[in-house]
């Protein structure tokens, strides 16, 4: 069971906007501003799409964005594409034993 | 281009031990934090275990910790997961992973290899 909550499907039609959440606590996401995003396609390794709450690596479409607000962070996917259908993972820096935990994958279907 | 392969998974019998590595290639080895994270097959993701850039801080997931131990060798540009008393749970593909930074602060992972799957079976 992880520390982290995220919805297990959501969907869209093309050219929509998309927000999957990931909640925590006051021990992951709400202590620091170390949430990143990953998407995963089947049999592919995953990919970073945002870190450290809201930025974006170099090469990622500026249709993903992350914002956080307490403990709760959020994707947003705008401009729904075809190729966004894939898995979305949340991960938070975690106070404890454990300085890493993923969320459990929220998989999104364009419709 | 940068980078990350692995290698050393395969077949390995419960209570064994087995050796995964990582050929890094393409960006400045030793300028990164590197990280191991394995996957269930159908299932999510799980971080392993981490290292700073010059090895000198380590750090595992309470499920390996005492049985893995990670290293690195910055001459060579290679990372490695010795793995102890392997379980049936430890079955998965891990993947290699490079940090956005040097230290392990923000446990973000920008460039991730394949991964090499381990089956842990009698």
């Known amino acids: 069971q992880s520390a982290l909550t995220q919805p297990a499907s959501v969907s869209g039609s093309p050219g929509q906007s998309i927000t999957i959440s990931c909640t925590g606590s006051?021990?992951?996401?709400?202590?620091?501003?170390?949430v990143s995003w990953y998407q995963q396609h089947p049999g592919k390794a995953p990919k970073l799409l945002i870190y450290?709450?809201?930025l974006r690596p170099s090469g990622v479409s500026n249709r993903f964005s992350g914002s956080k607000s307490g403990n709760t962070a959020s994707l947003h996917i705008s401009g729904l594409q075809a190729e966004d259908e894939a898995d979305y993972y949340c991960?938070?820096?975690?106070?404890?034993?454990?300085?890493?935990?993923f969320g459990p994958g929220t998989k999104v279907t364009v419709l | 281009e940068v980078q990350l392969v692995e290698s050393g998974g395969g077949l390995v019998q419960p209570g064994r031990s087995l050796r995964l590595s990582c050929a890094a290639s393409?960006?400045?080895?030793?300028?990164?934090?590197m990280h191991w994270v394995r996957q269930i097959p159908g299932k999510g993701l799980e971080w392993v275990s981490g290292?700073?850039?010059?090895?000198?801080?380590?750090a595992y997931a309470d499920t390996v910790k005492g049985r893995f131990t990670i290293s690195r060798d910055n001459a060579k540009n290679s990372l490695s997961l010795q793995m102890d008393s392997l379980r049936a749970d430890d079955m998965a593909l891990y993947f290699c992973?490079?940090?956005?930074?040097?230290?392990?602060?923000?446990?973000?992972?920008?460039?991730w290899g394949q991964g090499t799957m381990v089956t842990v079976s009698s």
């Open positions: 992973a490079k940090d956005v930074q040097q230290e392990l602060e923000e446990y973000a992972f920008d460039i």
């Open positions: 393409g960006f400045t080895f030793d300028d990164y934090a």
């Open positions: 290292i700073s850039w010059n090895g000198g801080i380590t």
């Open positions: 006051s021990t992951n996401i709400g202590a620091y501003n170390y």
């Open positions: 450290d709450v809201s």
């Open positions: 991960s938070s820096y975690t106070i404890g034993t454990t300085p890493s935990v």
